[in-house]
């Protein structure tokens, strides 16, 4: 069965710093689609990044980048600058060949001013 | 444009009622989704529809729940005999066409059985 691991349960950072967030997954495929969601405490799920398992280049938006190491099977989150607004729960998703979200359990990001 | 609307927002009912659940999409997306958030945890998929194809159930954990998509755009999921368990968000999304298109998310509606 295909997984996917998020290993913080909670990271806190100052205003203004980097913070990496971590996930792995697993599966036998070799063709698939990574997401990482944001939900601030709205409730609303808010796209962050994709990434194509078939590119080698690691998907950038702003200030927020992955890095894709497939090999390894794993998409970290990281969020430079990071600022107030980003305090929100972070969800890690895998699409598998079935386009099936499979969700990891989340990271609770809080960043202090 | 408007986003995926849910209502109602929050939905408490007692142990054994039926509730109903209600999803609108962006206008013109032609798949949606159902997903289930229970406390502190990731997302539980539970349906999908894909224009007027036979909607992938695979997800629906018991025959206690349903979910109709009338005209190719509401939708509604329905919970027969509500347990304690059923207790959870429930999310609704919308993608514009085939997955693995970005899907948009409702703002869910936090559904508490007592």
């Avoid at chain 1, 990574?34 to 609303?44: M, N």
């Avoid at chain 1, 590119?55 to 927020?64: I, L, V």
Wanted: proline content about 5%; some cysteine.
């Amino acid at each position: 069965a295909q997984t996917v691991t998020q290993s913080q349960p909670e990271m806190s950072v100052q205003e203004a710093e980097t913070v990496t967030l971590s996930c792995t997954y697993d599966t036998s495929e070799s063709n698939y689609y990574l997401f990482w969601y944001k939900q601030p405490p709205s409730r609303q799920m808010i796209l962050v990044i994709r990434q194509e398992a078939y590119k080698q280049q690691n998907a950038t938006e702003n200030r927020f980048s992955v890095n894709f190491q497939k090999a390894a099977k794993s998409f970290s989150l990281k969020i430079s600058d990071s600022q107030l607004g980003d305090t929100a729960m972070y969800f890690c998703a895998f699409m598998d060949s079935n386009y099936q979200l499979i969700w990891g359990a989340g990271t609770k990001l809080i960043i202090k001013p | 444009g408007a986003g995926v609307s849910q209502s109602p927002s929050n939905k408490v009912t007692e142990k054994g009622k039926d509730v109903e659940l209600r999803c609108d999409p962006i206008s013109g997306h032609t798949a949606l989704y159902w997903y289930r958030q229970s406390l502190g945890q990731g997302l539980e998929f539970l349906i999908y529809f894909q224009g007027n194809s036979a909607p992938d159930k695979s997800g629906l954990p018991s025959d206690r729940f349903s979910a109709e998509r009338t005209g190719g755009s509401v939708s509604t999921l329905t919970i027969q005999r509500t347990q304690q368990e059923d207790s959870a968000v429930y999310l609704c999304a919308s993608s514009l066409k085939n997955p693995p298109d970005t899907q948009y998310f409702g703002p869910g509606t936090r559904l508490t059985v007592l």
